[in-house]
């Protein structure tokens, strides 16, 4: 028992433990929309300046993934539109913006939930792909898409509204890479390296996808730990329940293939009883049997020993197989304990079932099972038992044992019996 259960522990709470930490029990996909202003910073040309705080031209929106409630990824586009500020050349140009970026959400890193249930703070950065192209009116300039990489970085305030929803407010910079025109659509004459910059604050929101409670952005330390424990709580209950070993034969029912082993009854690990002649009846029954009723003649059982051999016919442990397609008998040690217990109780009945294993015609297999059934029958009438206490019952097919398996398949193919 030891030699089972002590494994089996250590692998079904090792297995909890890993699901445990890898189901949170909280949603890690969300989608972010934020609208706002921007700012050019550089490159703009001589006598060009964008508007004088910020214009009210950006809009983005992303969908945001958290491997846990620390750190995540997200991938978002953006668009800017840019225009002149008071005394300053014209100008229009639209810039766009395509960037894969990590998130680290640092009010779980930085424990807010000490102090705050619905205020978060989450940074941002990453890089990717941007095109700046003429915008209405572009002044006189004619010029193909400015193709350019961007970096970009930023801090998220959050405030929560609802399980589903968040208020976002964002202020990133961004860094292009080999701008080959200022923001006012002129030529730029410093095109290597690190170009354009400009700035964006937004405001927008993060709704929240996922059937469970919380989203990674507001699950704590303190739940995720609350919910570690009821998944392990919840799993050690299964344990237990699991190592119930109904029959008390050392083998907990969810291996126990015979869940009704007759106490004191040997069993293999998968609580079987042993029977290793293969001669129809437990070894540890057919030891005690022949211990006390095998010096011949005709020996009658005692009530006790009646009632546990009654007990053990009914149960099926006393069973006669047959070869593959025969209907002869291959063991005759389950008859003699049959005519033994029907000498030692005269007024008892037996019904004696004939079955086949699943393999070829269903039909064949019927009349094969009967045919079985009959031949024990006689028998038993040849030991002296008369025929008025027998009745034969043919039971067909075992569909319950799996007729491809050669080693399964082969206990179908028997006889057992009830008594009354």
Known sequence: MKKITLPLLVALFSLGNANAQETQGYNKWSIDVNGGINKPSRALSPGSYGETFFGFYHVDAGVRYMFNNKFGLKA?????????GEDSNYFRTKNYRASLQ????????????????????????????????????????????????????????????????????????????????????????????????????????????GGNEEHADWASNEDMLTNRIESLEGRVT??????????????PDYLDLEPNTPAGNMVDIKGRSIDKNKNGIPDSYEAYFAENYGKGGDQVLTQSDSNTARNLINDGYVAIYFDFDKSQPKNSDAINFMVTYLRSNPNATVTVNGFADSVGNANYNQRLSERRAKNVAK??????????????????????????NKNVSKFARRVTFKVN
Do not use: C
């Open 102 to 209: 990590g998130v680290a959400n640092l009010g779980r890193i930085m424990n807010f939930e000490e102090w705050t249930k619905v205020l978060n703070l989450q940074a941002h950065a990453g890089g990717g792909y941007s095109w700046l192209a003429p915008g209405k009116d572009d002044a006189g300039f004619q010029y193909d898409n400015d193709q350019m990489g961007n970096l970009i970085a930023g801090l998220t305030g959050q405030l929560k509204l609802g399980k589903r929803v968040a208020l976002n407010a964002d202020f990133s910079v961004i860094q292009n890479i080999r701008q080959n025109r200022t923001f006012d659509g002129a030529e730029y004459e410093n095109s290597t390296g690190f170009g354009g910059r400009y700035f964006n604050a937004t405001l927008g929101f993060s709704f929240y996808l």
């Open 76 to 84: 978002d586009f953006g668009y800017d539109y840019f225009k002149n």
């Open 379 to 404: 028998v038993l009438e040849q030991a002296g038992v008369a025929s008025s206490r027998i009745k034969t019952s043919a039971q067909g097919e075992d569909t319950t044992l799996d007729g491809a």
């Open 238 to 251: 299964d344990i237990e329940n699991k190592l119930v070993d109904s029959d008390g034969d050392g083998v």
